[in-house]
């Protein structure tokens, strides 16, 4: 089995003692493909490193996340448009719109997301969505920038049945990852009516860690309990989810 993880914060802090562990166990599992989000600048560096590690299995994305759009946002995104300008990424991520920490940065983390989707046309990438108790706040800017050339991932979807089929509309895959597994989760309730092709598996490790595992770190091993998951869920083969979801994230990354 193959499996590709969309979504996976290696260089976090929180795998500083067993990086190298984690990654084999992750490869042992079948996961040959991790793509990395960007936060801000500050994990540039450490983002480098782990590619030049793993150069046959990482995948860097570029972009500011929105819990840290503060008051140097324009900085922030200067960075950003620096490093895309230098090298090769493999998204614009992630990037979005997140009230459930803190509203009063609104209207700079409404700026930054329509700056970075237009960094995401200019360099025809695909846009990688962190969306926090604010769908009506991105879906109103994806309405505004919708195009045949804007398109990408909703990241760890957690939302209703109509959100999925909206986010869908604007060309997003849905990201599915550990709350798929959670019994309060409620996505797996109609995942079934959601077309496998729109689908994508990540982890966000070291966050939400699916069952038995929730609760404790993450890490991208762990997809195969989200592959497990879908199985029982499409009622399809492990490995069959595993090919399909693989091939959807090579049809966003281009890869």
């Not at 793993?54 to 620096?82: A, C, I, R, S, W």
């Not at 700079?108 to 962190?130: G, M, S, T």
């Not at 966000?204 to 770190?217: I, V």
């Not at 009622?235 to 090919?243: C, F, G, K, T, V």
Request: contains cysteine; proline residues 4%; hydrophobic residues 35%.
């Amino acid at each position: 089995m193959i499996v590709t993880d969309t979504h996976t914060h290696l260089y976090s802090e929180e795998f500083e003692q067993d990086r190298n562990e984690m990654m084999q166990r992750a490869i042992d599992a079948g996961v040959s493909r991790f793509f990395v989000p960007a936060i801000d600048s500050t994990c540039t560096q450490s983002m480098y490193d782990l590619e030049q590690n793993y150069p046959e299995n990482v995948f860097l994305m570029m972009g500011l996340h929105p819990t840290y759009v503060k008051d140097n946002y324009k900085t922030e995104l200067q960075h950003v448009e620096t490093e895309l300008s230098k090298r090769k990424f493999y998204a614009i991520g992630e990037i979005g719109i997140d009230l459930y920490w803190d509203k009063t940065h609104l209207k700079e983390q409404q700026d930054a997301f329509r700056h970075q989707i237009k960094l995401a046309k200019q360099y025809r990438l695909p846009i990688v969505i962190h969306c926090r108790e604010a769908f009506d706040e991105i879906f109103e800017i994806l309405e505004e920038a919708k195009s045949p050339e804007l398109f990408g991932i909703f990241h760890c979807f957690t939302g209703t049945y109509e959100q999925a089929l909206r986010a869908i509309s604007f060309n997003m895959k849905l990201g599915i990852g550990g709350v798929v597994t959670f019994k309060n989760g409620k996505i797996d309730q109609f995942l079934h009516q959601i077309d496998l092709q729109h689908i994508v598996l990540e982890t966000d490790s070291p966050y939400l860690a699916p069952l038995p595992y929730r609760g404790k770190r993450n890490e991208s091993s762990y997809i195969v309990n989200v592959v497990d998951k879908l199985a029982e869920i499409y009622q399809m083969p492990s490995n069959e989810i595993a090919r399909i979801t693989t091939e959807n994230s090579k049809a966003v990354f281009g890869i």
